[in-house]
């Protein structure tokens, strides 16, 4: 979960900074009164680095950076887009935004896109695919990303909850064609609100960057209210402020998903004797563990198991309390997802799981409290 947990001196004193050394709050221009601070530039840079890509583009939220990856593969009416059934609303609703189709794919044991789903979904009218991590467990990326070079689609991986995490020793989030990043407040690292892209393709980062500030392409050579354009976009930009205390959350990222680690597998060790499933992590992938997510016999007794942590002081996350955001079968408010099917095979998985939030700053007594929690439920 959680960045916000340790917002602090590092974080107002880069922000303080904006104000003492420059008082430029937005990212270009005013070179002459800005003493040099450029705190988004920055903070894209060092995100690069990190993620040990040569681009980074920093955005106003996880849905945006979405929306703008869409758009810089040309994503639009008449094509579709493969995503999970076990997502937040923003990814369908940014392939909707765009235009596009959101076609949705059955999810396996990771709680994450199901390959051979995947497969089986792919039509002509495939122009992308989005993978998500969700809850912090990569996706079988190698799988996946092998029917998206079998069938020349691009893949975006939605790293919301990824960012910290690898696979083959590969950041999260650079393994396909695009990652985006989200900073909202209940993320790894948070900029408040916020988001981020990464690239290895100069065009692909170039047609985003001029996407997210109305077609602006930065021409060096020009000012700014000369700029040179060739195509339209719309204003997506983050703001110096969420720039500055994004580098200073950026140094905390390891340290975050260390710590949630460490956390998480103290919880697990209390629980590991009871009859409950652990959620699959595939192998050679490093989760951030911002949840521990296991199954139990069925939906009752995963509601028992939520109640019985609620009335022991311990919440649960996404599941089972927050599924219908999180699970395309219950979203009927958007009737352009494929209703053919009910999405059986996600349904049971989702239906019996539970989530545990994992935190930083963890109180010592909280594994032992779970466990006394699901213990009074599982041996009911
Ligand atoms: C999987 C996923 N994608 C995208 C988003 C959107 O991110 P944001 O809240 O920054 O718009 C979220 C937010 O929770 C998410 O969980």
């Not at 985006?180 to 916020?194: L, M, P, Q, R, V």
């Not at 213990?375 to 009911?380: A, G, H, I, Q």
Request: proline residues 4%; hydrophobic residues 40%; contains cysteine.
């Amino acid at each position: 979960m959680p960045g916000f947990e340790l917002i602090g001196e590092e974080e107002f004193l880069e922000v303080k900074s904006v104000f003492d050394d420059s008082g430029i709050l937005f990212r270009h221009s005013f070179d002459n009164l800005r003493n040099g601070v450029f705190k988004v530039k920055d903070f894209e840079s060092a995100f690069a680095k990190r993620m040990n890509v040569p681009y980074a583009l920093a955005v106003t939220s996880g849905s945006a950076a979405l929306r703008v990856a869409l758009a810089a593969l040309n994503i639009g009416r008449g094509d579709e887009v493969i995503t999970q059934s076990f997502t937040f609303v923003a990814t369908a609703e940014a392939i909707i935004e765009s235009g596009a189709k959101p076609i949705i794919s059955d999810i396996d044991d990771t709680l994450n896109m199901d390959p051979n789903d995947l497969e089986d979904k792919i039509t002509k009218n495939t122009k992308a695919i989005i993978v998500v991590h969700m809850l912090g467990t990569p996706a079988r990326l190698a799988q996946i990303k092998s029917i998206c070079d079998k069938y020349g689609i691009p893949m975006i991986e939605d790293t919301a909850w990824g960012c910290g995490g690898f696979y083959d020793n590969i950041p999260l989030g650079t393994y396909g064609s695009i990652g985006t990043f989200s900073f909202d407040f209940a993320k790894t690292i948070t900029t408040g609100e916020g988001g981020m892209l990464v690239f290895k393709d100069e065009k692909l980062f170039k047609k985003a960057a001029a996407w997210h500030d109305h077609g602006h392409e930065n021409n060096p050579s020009l000012p700014r209210w000369e700029d040179s354009r060739s195509g339209s976009g719309f204003n997506y930009r983050m703001m110096e402020l969420q720039g500055a205390i994004g580098l200073a959350q950026l140094e905390k990222l390891d340290f975050v998903v260390e710590k949630q680690r460490s956390n998480m597998n103290l919880i697990k060790s209390e629980i590991s004797n009871l009859d409950i499933q652990f959620r699959e992590v595939p192998t050679g992938s490093f989760e951030t563990a911002d949840a521990l997510v296991f199954f139990t016999k069925n939906n009752k007794m995963a509601i028992a198991c939520r109640e019985s942590l609620l009335a022991n002081g311990v919440g649960t996350k996404i599941l089972p309390e927050a599924i219908s955001w999180h699970f395309a079968g219950l979203w009927e408010h958007m009737p352009s997802l494929n209703k053919d099917k009910q999405y059986e095979k996600s349904l049971s998985y989702l239906n019996r799981a539970v989530s545990i939030p994992i935190t930083v700053n963890m109180d010592e007594k909280l594994p032992s409290k779970i466990k006394k929690a699901l213990l009074s439920v599982l041996n009911s």
